[in-house]
């Protein structure tokens, strides 16, 4: 919950000393209440002096994945880059995270990947059934446009549920929804701190799939490039 505009240094030195702490006070929360929750936090690298944008992926039974944000948000004249050291990009994309919940697969998104449709297919792909996207979707003149369309155009496209988290104002939009495969808005938290819960089904998925069946139809793969210009540097 650290300020994301902060200096590198000050992120940094924030998550070596609240790493440890953070992560604890998460695997107790998921512990005791018998949930999996997926949260953002800074990681020190000690390689780079900017520190990873990551998500945790944490159980009952301790922690289960995390992800460094790839797409560094260098847009609407603002620089992650310059705070942040972007996740390693890899050419057989095995820095794309799925979990498995309850047997539903679940692909992590980071913010301003939510930009990039090859990042959702590839995660699609490799089985996911839902996106779990984590943002603080900065505020701006058409921005909560932008999010609504861009969450429901990853369900529709990849006939899939979408889960989007995103900070409320006034510096982030908010509008934090859950989008069935078919793009249809089940729930939404608007304009302040709140909870939305939904029901996802399998066999809602399977239905939908089977009707509009374009991943079976697609003509063109996903293609991974290992690169500068892919990892966002």
């Known amino acids: 919950m650290y300020a994301w505009d902060a200096p590198a240094d000050e992120l940094a030195a924030a998550a070596r000393a609240s790493a440890a702490d953070f992560t604890a006070g998460i ?5 005791r209440h018998a949930v999996m929750l997926v949260a953002g936090a800074f990681a020190a690298d000690d390689d780079d002096p900017r520190p990873y944008n990551r998500l945790l992926v944490v159980g009952p039974d ?7 944000k790839v797409h560094l948000y260098d847009a609407f004249d603002y620089r992650e880059s310059d705070r942040v050291r972007p996740g390693p990009v890899h050419a057989d994309g095995s820095e794309l995270v799925t979990v498995d919940v309850g047997g539903v697969t679940m692909g992590l ?15 699609v792909e490799r089985g996911a059934d839902l996106l779990v996207v984590s943002s603080a979707w900065v505020n701006g003149p058409r921005k909560e446009l932008h999010w609504e369309l861009l969450l429901r155009a990853r369900a529709v496209e990849n006939t899939c549920y979408v889960l989007a ?15 069935d495969p078919m793009g249809l808005v089940m729930a939404t938290c608007t304009e302040d701190e709140g909870i939305v819960s939904a029901d996802l089904s399998p066999q809602r998925l399977h239905e939908v799939r089977r009707i509009v069946p374009c991943l079976a139809n697609r003509r063109y793969p996903v293609q991974h490039a290992a690169s500068a210009t892919a990892s966002g540097q």
């Open 27 to 31: 695997e107790e929360i998921a512990r």
């Open 165 to 179: 988290a995103s900070q409320p104002p006034p510096t982030s939009t908010g509008l934090s929804m859950a989008v």
């Open 109 to 123: 998104l980071n913010c301003y990947d939510l930009r990039f449709p090859e990042q959702a297919r590839a995660l």
């Open 62 to 68: 301790g922690p289960r994945a995390s992800y460094d």
